[in-house]
């Protein structure tokens, strides 16, 4: 490859960080925005606090049938037509939003959220999409970067309520729908940033060496985004996994008139799915995330409603929604730089000890009185250990299945965590006026308890399979699914 070209290539990479990075952070605004007021403005709306739980649970909703669309999206056209498309389609959701508000309409409020949740699952993808055009030494950096960004904007978001509402109030829309009209805007500047993305135009059948690894490749590289195809070659054939028509073959470098004609069969989300369960450790991973994220989202969604109930203001609860936010994003490369260091396994045990610690104190909280330190410290452990499940469980998922199957079943995990948070945040209202924040923090509690016997079960089954020597069903593909832990 010529030094243009390679110039060129990482020219790509930097704009797309940057690209990519500021849009997160204008979306991380406006989804935190949204959150701190969603649920008071349900209840507004409604005049009954068991449906407060509902506003999330739309935008969850939104977000887990969103998932898998505009990953397929991404895969058919660009990153930049889905991303854009996901960002809009939030921000469409927050006008909605604003005028269920001033209509006063419930179910326009509740249309709008699931919108609003279109900005999560673009959100989610975003953060593969910081890897399509990094070279293979900085794809970790590349991820850090954005998670970063991320943390900015979803830590300043909830202290933009304030505002929000003096803006609601001239709207005429009241000062609990006013923060949706950040949204808007938030979402607006996302959008702008994602259709300035540029990367190899097409994520399937893409003719154009990897500029920035600095090779000149025959190997066919018609795999999935960010997958070193030597990787894929290896694990592409699997005792567990429908044949793929990837074979690693040696073609020329195709002209500019020229588009190849391979393609790689798509796996079916069937497939995928039956491929996890097969799996010990992906099994782990998966239910890391989906049972964390569930866990973390049941707490956080009745947390503003709890807080109300005990006479704080919402400046306060924004701060605390901050410092929850804090704790789920802040810490992230650690937890990345654990996983790499001592294997996923023990950074998700890690995980589940900190989701107990966050029970204990918000029973405490509703038992005792709240106190803003109390159910602060709480809301932080709960984000500190739905980054250790998510980011750990994330990294066993990869490492055990084959690189053909990866694209599927990370839009499949995001949408199964979407979706089985979806339930229970549905539940939270009416657990909460059962039995109050003691009665959500006892079923988080509970749905630890289903997350460590699964990890339980998932070790044994995994080590009966490397006694045996079933290699194909331990999980392992290739030096990455030998990683400790």
């Known amino acids: 490859m010529d030094r243009t070209t390679q110039r060129e290539g990482h020219a790509v990479f930097v704009r797309n960080q940057w690209m990519l990075s500021i849009a997160q952070l204008f979306s991380g605004v406006g989804v935190a925005v949204g959150f701190a007021v ?3 403005l349900a209840e507004q709306l409604t005049g009954h606090a068991e449906y407060a739980g509902f506003a999330q649970t739309a935008s969850i909703v939104g977000a887990g049938l969103l998932a898998l669309p505009l990953a397929r999206l ?10 854009s498309l996901g960002f809009g ?7 909605v939003i604003l005028a269920g508000a001033r209509l006063a309409s419930p179910v326009l409020f509740f249309v709008g959220m699931l919108m609003f949740g279109s900005a999560t699952a673009s959100g989610l993808q975003a953060r593969y999409a910081a890897t399509d055009t990094a070279p293979d030494r900085l794809k970790g950096r590349a991820l850090s970067v954005v998670v970063w960004a991320t943390t900015i904007g979803s830590v300043a978001g909830p202290n933009l309520a304030g505002p929000g509402g003096a803006i609601g109030r001239g709207l005429g829309v009241g000062d609990l729908a006013g923060p949706f009209a950040v949204s808007v ?26 500029a920035a690894s600095g090779m000149d490749t025959a190997v066919d590289t018609t795999v999935d985004p960010g997958v070193d195809a030597d990787a894929a070659v290896d694990t592409a054939v699997d005792a567990d996994a429908a044949p793929v028509a990837h074979t690693g073959s040696v073609r020329p470098t195709p002209t500019p008139t020229q588009r190849p004609t391979l393609r790689p069969t798509r796996p079916t989300l069937r497939e995928s799915l039956r491929l996890i369960v097969a799996r010990p450790r992906a099994m782990l991973g998966f239910a890391a995330v989906v049972l964390g994220h569930t866990v973390m989202v049941s707490v956080m969604v009745m947390t503003p409603i709890h807080m109300q109930h005990s006479g704080d203001a919402i400046e306060v609860i924004g701060i605390v929604i901050s410092l929850h936010i804090l704790g789920m994003y802040a810490l992230s490369p650690v937890y990345g730089y654990l996983a790499d260091r001592f294997g996923p396994v023990p950074v998700i045990w890690a995980g589940f000890a900190l989701f107990t610690a966050s029970g204990v ?48 079943i990370q839009g499949a995990t995001d949408a199964g965590m979407n979706l089985g948070a979806a339930v229970f945040a549905a539940a939270a209202g009416p657990l909460l006026s059962a039995g109050g924040f ?10 630890v308890v289903i997350g460590v016997a699964t990890a339980v079960r998932s070790l044994r089954a995994h080590a009966r399979a490397v006694r045996a020597g079933d290699t194909g069903r331990t999980g392992g593909t290739g030096s990455a699914g030998s990683t400790a832990g």
Do not use: K
């Open 74 to 83: 991404a895969e058919r056209h660009s990153r930049r037509y889905s991303l």
């Open 185 to 210: 805007v938030a979402y607006g500047l996302a959008v702008v940033f994602t259709s300035r993305l540029r990367s190899r135009a097409r994520l399937v059948d893409d003719p154009a060496p990897d």
């Open 361 to 408: 104190l918000g029973i405490a909280d509703d038992m005792s009185g709240s106190t803003m330190p109390r159910i602060s410290a709480a809301l932080i452990l709960l984000g500190l250990g739905w980054s250790a499940c998510f980011i750990a469980g994330s990294t066993l998922l990869t490492q055990s299945v084959p690189a053909a199957h990866r694209v599927t």
């Open 438 to 447: 003691t009665l959500i923090n006892a079923v988080a509690l509970g749905i």
């Open 38 to 40: 969603g649920g008071l």
């Open 89 to 95: 389609i939030a921000a469409l959701g927050a006008l």
